[in-house]
């Protein structure tokens, strides 16, 4: 299997404490590559139009249309293609996957296992997830090569979580 393997840890600098800064995201390379293309579909669709036409946002989007309904919110089958869409009016934030929890939840138990530390963040939306320290990127590569996995290095990816 091909694992993404990187960090963005300069940009995740602000407000972070120490222990918090140097996190290596380790995320199957079809996934990441899937969440950030879901990611940029959501994000650039302007209109129920732009939605409809992308396969990756309408599954999405209906649901949580769907979901409206029974608040008395027209169906999303009868809305026009013309109907304005603002993903963070509509979806919120708790949709979009993040590549932290990508991390803790796919990296191979074994990687996690010995290489993982305990997130000390918390907040009253924040999930903690378990991290990988970067100052053992090649220990934890190496891991990885190990296990018969190949290693993935795609600038795209981590820019794509946070579109």
Known sequence: MKYFVGTDAPAR???KKPHELAALEVIPY?????????IKAV?????????????LALPLVR???ANREFDGA??????????????????????RP?????????????VL??????DRGYGMDYEPATWLPLEEQAEI?????????????????LPGYRA
Not at 30 to 38: F, I, K, N
Not at 141 to 157: C, N
């Open 30 to 38: 079809e996934v990441a590559q899937r969440d950030v293309a879901l």
């Open 13 to 15: 600098q602000r407000g």
């Open 43 to 55: 994000v650039e669709a302007k209109t129920l139009g732009d939605v409809r036409r992308s396969p």
């Open 63 to 65: 649901k949580r249309f």
């Open 113 to 118: 296992a010995k290489f993982g530390r305990p």
């Open 98 to 110: 993040e590549a932290r929890l990508r991390t803790a939840d796919l990296a191979p138990p074994s």
């Open 74 to 95: 027209p169906p999303f089958h009868t809305l026009p293609d013309d109907t304005p869409f603002d993903w963070y009016d509509e979806l919120d934030v708790y949709w």
């Open 141 to 157: 590569e190496a891991a990885l090569r190990h296990l018969g996995h190949e290693i993935v290095y795609d600038a795209t990816i």
